[in-house]
Structure formats: structure tokens, C-alpha cells
């Protein structure tokens, strides 16, 4: 019985999630804020730069410090 309560449960909520994206219009992206004035676009070597390799590098920074920090802790 709880296998059949579960099945239905995740059915309902898959239905009301869908019913939710399908009567969503998207059609207010268009229509623009006042005070919205967006620059241009970057390319996709700036947009992977930015989210993908200055997060890794800015990591290994913070990472290489604190060992540092650790390693002359540990000498003295």
C-alpha cells in the first residue's frame, strides 16, 4: 500500500510541477524595468574564465596560503 501512496504522490507532484512550467508565460522577459539598461554581452572564453577558472584559481590562492600559514605554524 505505501508503494502505491508513494507512486501516487510522486505523480501528483510531477503533474502540478508541470501544469506550473507549461501556464508560466514567459512572455514579461521581454518587457524591460525602468532603470534597466544591460551592456553587452561576453563571449564564451570570458563567461568560462569568469565562472569556471577564476573560482578554481582563487581556491588554490586561499588553499596555498592557509597551507603556509600551517606549515610555519608547525616549525616553530
Known sequence: MDKKNALRAGAVTAG???MM???????LALT???GDDPGQGISIG??????????????LVIAGLVMV????????
Open 46 to 59: 570570458e563567461t568560462i574564465g569568469l565562472y569556471v577558472v577564476l573560482p578554481i584559481v582563487l581556491f
Open 69 to 76: 600559514g600551517d606549515k610555519s605554524r608547525k616549525q616553530q
Open 16 to 18: 502540478s510541477a508541470l
Open 21 to 27: 512550467q507549461l501556464m508560466t508565460s514567459p512572455a
Open 32 to 34: 524591460r524595468d525602468d
